[in-house]
Nanobody
């Protein structure tokens, strides 16, 4: 069972940037779809970005398109989320998750293994 640990969150002013990392241990992530999700206070968990097993396909929620980039380095067993032009509405706990073997899905209920989350706070 793979263990996922997110890092890189913090406090940043609007317009700033952060890079989140998701380090996996206990197994390889190279054969799995990997995704980033976020949850703000009082809101449901929300899909943010997903990347296919080889990195060849990516999808984003509309609100982050052009600002966020998901990537992976399978040799390092790590997934990244580069976040630029951050907005206060991006404030949330961000979670890394392992998804299916064969589907590059945006559906939150198709992800079964989650990290502990890292807080991102964007001030105006």
């Amino acid at each position: 069972q793979v263990q996922l640990v997110e890092s890189g969150g913090g406090l940043v002013q609007a317009g700033g940037s952060l890079r989140l990392s998701c380090a996996a241990s206990g197994g390889t992530i190279s054969i799995f779809t990997m995704g980033w999700f976020r949850q703000a206070p009082g809101k449901e968990r929300e899909f943010v970005a997903v990347i296919s097993r080889s990195g060849g396909s990516t999808y984003y929620v509309d609100s982050v398109k052009g600002r966020f980039t998901i990537s992976r380095d399978n040799a390092k067993n790590t997934v990244y989320l580069q976040m630029n032009s951050l907005r206060p509405e991006d404030t949330a706990v961000y979670y890394c998750a392992q998804g299916p073997l064969w589907r590059t899905t945006t559906e939150v209920n198709e992800y079964n293994y989650w990290g502990q989350g890292t807080q991102v706070t964007v001030s105006s």
